[in-house]
């Protein structure tokens, strides 16, 4: 899944590569920067992650590649919760 993170002034493409529920009751995602090198990677919260629009129309509402961009939690994508004990 590729999303933007906010970053200070800007948002940075990225690509997740794990998802993580925590005791905490928040969504965690480990995420890779675009371009950048892999030591970078590091793990964020679902809130303020952007996904990115799609190629597909539909899955932008119409508006197409480089449509506007839908904030969103990551939990549509990851929806069951893993056994915490």
Known sequence: ERVFVPFTDKN?????LKAEYREDGMW???VHYNGWNKKYDTWVEDQG????PQDDPASTGGAGPGGPKKRV???DKFQKK???S
């Open 82 to 84: 893993p056994n915490i």
């Open 49 to 52: 992650l952007i996904k990115m």
């Open 28 to 30: 965690y995602y480990f």
């Open 12 to 16: 940075y493409e990225a690509k997740i």
């Open 73 to 75: 939690t990551m939990k």
